[in-house]
DNA sequence: CTGCAAGTTGAAGTAAACTTGAGGTCAAGC
DNA sequence: GCTTGACCTCAAGTTTACTTCAACTTGCAG
């Protein structure tokens, strides 16, 4: 314990909920930063703490770290992040949040109607053509999603 | 093209809009089945468009291949599976997609209440800590999700 | 000064769901 | 009968987001 306004690797994992092997990668990957004591052990600014729960939430919106990274990268440098920065930051996940909801109820819609009728069949059936492609929903294949949807016969 | 009830794996591909590489993978990992041929080559029956429909939905729902192949291990084996049987199925999404729903539309009024101060403070700040175990939303990782939340000064 | 928890690195492993590649076979039209 | 596109197998590669391991070094309490 310290007044050290640096914080280190554990304090930060602690904290942030996020590992000590995470922090390490998210530095390897560009989206934190950190000095370095004499030691070469790693300190860490407090606004990291802030930065990290921005990154965590951003993934749980399902952002992946590339488009995080990109977010990050619109902070200004010169200065420490005022709360109008991250405020604009997180004001742009609405829209993409709108469209996860609204795909999965969608998709809850067209599975209620299907119900009845056992359906799924391929073409026949609206839940078997995505629609629209602001799919990328969840694990799973994001590659070919709703390319050739083909002729119909069973 | 043929009169032939069996469909070749090509054929199937292109209706069900999974590729041939997906396909056999899925036959690999006990997802479907397939006869062969003289020559070794695979043929399908027609159901089988049917029940790749189920297994790419399910995973627009979220479900993982393990889980599916546990939901199709229930359907009956001595017959083809009727609209009733996928119908059961199915039926059993909703509850899932519910869920998905509402984790989305918490962290969205969550994030509502957040935007205006721009906190995004650890701990102190109700995105920070999922709050319930549904998440599993989304890529990213599931391994340590809300576990440690510590204490807060930040 | 010593001991030991905490930190460091780089490489390799993990998980899910597929794809790609190499090397070889099959089937159908001409 | 021959060419060509569709198919076969098996191993290895891909992507994202980390974790784990081994072998070592730091830093702080006693």
Chains 1, 2 share one sequence.
């Not at 604009?88 to 998709?107: G, K, N, V």
């Not at 391929?122 to 602001?134: E, I, T, V």
């Not at 799973?140 to 002729?151: M, S, V």
Request: hydrophobic share 30%; with cysteine.
């Amino acid at each position: 314990m310290s007044t050290d306004p640096l914080l280190t690797i554990g304090e930060v994992a602690e904290r942030s909920g996020v590992a000590s092997s995470g922090l390490r990668y998210y530095e390897s990957v560009g989206l934190i930063a950190s000095t370095r004591t004499t030691g070469n052990q790693r300190r860490y600014a407090r606004s990291t703490l802030r930065r990290v729960a921005f990154i965590r939430t951003a993934s749980r919106v399902g952002l992946t770290l590339d488009e995080i990274r990109d977010a990050l990268a619109t902070l200004p440098e010169e200065r420490t992040p005022t709360k109008k920065d991250w405020s604009r930051l997180s004001r742009a996940w609405r829209p993409r949040l709108d469209a996860q909801i609204a795909e999965l109820e969608r998709l809850r819609d067209t599975l209620d109607e299907c119900i009845g009728c056992g359906c799924l069949s391929l073409n026949r059936c609206k839940l078997s053509n995505p629609g629209d492609r602001a799919a990328k929903l969840g694990p799973g294949p994001r590659f070919l999603e709703g390319d050739r949807p083909a002729d119909a016969t069973d």
